[in-house]
C-alpha cells in the first residue's frame, strides 16, 4: 500500500512557475514508477509526465515536454514537478500516482492515487 499527498499547487501568472510535490508513505515507494496526471474542469483525467523507480528514465506528454520536469528523492519518499513558463491551459487539478512502470500514460495502469492539488494559471 501507498499512500500519495500532493501539495504545492497554487494561483500563478502566465509565463510563471510551479513545484508540485507529492509525499508517499509506505516502505515500497522506490520500487514504484510515478506519474502526474491533471483533470480540467469538464475534461478526462490526463497524462502529464511519468518517471521510473530510479529516476533515471522520464516520460513526457507532448503538450509539457520542454517546460516540465519530474523527479524523485527515494529518500525523502518524494516525487516533484516543476512547471515552468506555465500557460493558461495548464490550469487543472494535478495527481500523483504510483504504478509498475513509467511507460504508463492511461489512468487505470496506475494503483494509486492523491487527493489532487490545484494549479490556475491566470493570462
Known amino acids: 500500500q501507498v499512500q500519495l499527498v500532493e501539495s504545492g499547487g497554487g494561483l500563478v501568472q502566465a509565463g510563471g512557475s510551479l513545484r508540485l510535490s507529492c509525499a508517499a508513505s509506505?516502505?515500497?515507494?522506490?520500487?514504484?514508477?510515478m506519474g502526474w496526471f491533471r483533470q480540467a474542469p469538464g475534461k478526462e483525467r490526463e497524462f502529464v509526465a511519468a518517471?521510473?523507480?530510479?529516476?533515471?528514465?522520464?516520460n513526457y506528454a507532448d503538450s509539457v515536454k520542454g517546460r516540465f520536469t519530474i523527479s524523485r528523492d527515494n529518500a525523502k519518499n518524494t516525487v516533484y514537478l516543476q512547471m515552468d513558463s506555465l500557460k493558461p491551459e495548464d490550469t487543472a487539478v494535478y495527481y500523483c500516482?504510483?504504478?509498475?512502470?513509467?511507460?504508463?500514460?492511461?489512468?487505470?495502469?496506475?494503483?494509486?492515487w492523491g487527493q489532487g492539488t490545484q494549479v490556475t494559471v491566470s493570462s
Open positions: 500516482a504510483a504504478g509498475e512502470s513509467y511507460y504508463y500514460r492511461y489512468v487505470a495502469e496506475y494503483d494509486y
Open positions: 518517471i521510473n523507480w530510479s529516476g533515471g528514465n522520464t
Open positions: 509506505g516502505r515500497t515507494f522506490g520500487s514504484y514508477a
